[in-house]
T-cell receptor
């Protein structure tokens, strides 16, 4: 079964420091991988995706993620955190080939400290 | 940017009652989804819908749940006999054929008393 794991419930980082939010996926073929962000009392918003090609993908608000097939990881990164980046971040996966289901991880709360 | 709209934003119901949650996906989208989130935590897949039929559903989506696209614009989730554990935030999402990006609505907070 397709799944993603987010090993950290919460990540704290000082404003201006680089941030990393971790995600790993279960191995099966070539998955599509995503990051979404959720602000309080809002729906999820798309940040970025990896389908194929360059392992480093860039997305909204200065975020990027690196696909690492050997480690089955897709960590979200940003060079310099902003207080406004504080939110709940979800990694997600979809296996193509007729499957429409997008499975989300358990979420990581990012707290950027001023 | 286009939006997915959901109504109502809050729904309170008694256990055993039927509820219908409504969604208007983005007009040219072809794939539709319902998810739920309990207490702001894990986002759980319920069902995906394409070409007027369910393409996948989770174990949560039992016989008490149904979905419908009655008129080409609305996409509804019906819970026939609500249980206390159905209390959650329910999100509708949609995407088009060529873009993997899911657009989410703002959700309906369902409270079953």
């Amino acid at each position: 079964a397709q799944s993603v794991a987010q090993p950290e419930d919460q990540v704290n980082v000082a404003e201006g420091n680089p941030l990393t939010v971790k995600c790993t996926y279960s191995v099966s073929g070539n998955p599509y991988l995503f990051w979404y962000v959720q602000y309080p009392n809002r729906g999820l918003q798309f940040l970025l995706k990896y389908i194929t090609g360059d392992n480093l993908v860039k997305g909204s608000y200065g975020f990027e993620a690196e696909f690492n097939k050997s480690q089955t990881s897709f960590h979200l990164k940003k060079p310099s955190a902003l207080v406004s980046d504080s939110a709940l971040y979800f990694c997600a996966v979809r296996w193509p080939g007729g499957y429409q289901k997008v499975t989300f991880g358990t979420g990581t709360k990012l707290q950027v400290i001023p | 940017e286009p939006e997915v709209t959901q109504t109502p934003s809050h729904q309170v119901t008694q256990m055993g009652q039927e509820v219908i949650l409504r969604c208007v996906p983005i007009s040219n989208h072809l794939y539709f989804y319902w998810y739920r989130q309990i207490l702001g935590q894990k986002v759980e897949f319920l069902v995906s819908f394409y070409n007027n039929e369910i393409s996948e559903k989770s174990e949560i989506f039992d016989d008490q749940f149904s979905v419908e696209r009655p008129d080409g614009s609305n996409f509804t989730l019906k819970i026939r006999s609500t249980k206390l554990e159905d209390s959650a935030m329910y999100f509708c999402a949609s995407r088009d054929r060529d873009n993997e990006k899911l657009f989410f609505g703002s959700g309906t907070q369902l409270s079953v008393l």
